[in-house]
């Protein structure tokens, strides 16, 4: 019954904005992560219960992860877009357990973000 649906996503000029979109079940642990053909699956950010986030060194001051718990929505706003951040982005979900965020294991089907220079 988990689901993970992404939206959003789609080509922008280098220096543009977008903001993606994920509707989610009620877990606590909500992210986003990227992959690239060829390169491995990255963390961009996450979001803890207590709405404390976190982010991938590359995309700090640029990219701000929120969710709306009351209508179970992950987003993620993205300013100041380089070429580099072309990747297929996934909305991701994890169980919260003993004050901890574990394995992101539940994954939404993507969207595909290209920025073009």
């Known amino acids: 019954q988990v689901e993970l649906v992404e939206s959003g996503g789609g080509s922008v000029q280098a220096g543009g904005s977008l903001k993606l979109s994920c509707a989610a079940s009620?877990?606590?642990?909500l992210g986003w992560f990227r992959q690239a053909p060829e390169k491995e699956r990255e963390r961009v950010a996450t979001?803890?219960?207590?709405?404390?986030?976190s982010y991938a060194d590359s995309v700090k001051g640029r990219f701000t992860i929120s969710k709306d718990n009351a209508k179970n929505t992950l987003y993620l706003q993205m300013n100041s877009l380089k070429p580099e951040d072309t990747a297929m982005y996934y909305c991701?979900?994890?169980?919260?357990?003993?004050?901890?965020?574990?394995?992101?294991?539940?994954w939404g089907q993507g969207t595909q973000v290209t920025v073009s220079s």
């Open positions: 991701a979900a994890a169980r919260f357990l003993f004050s901890r965020c574990y394995e992101y294991k539940y």
């Open positions: 009620g877990y606590a642990c």
């Open positions: 979001i803890d219960p207590r709405g404390t986030t």
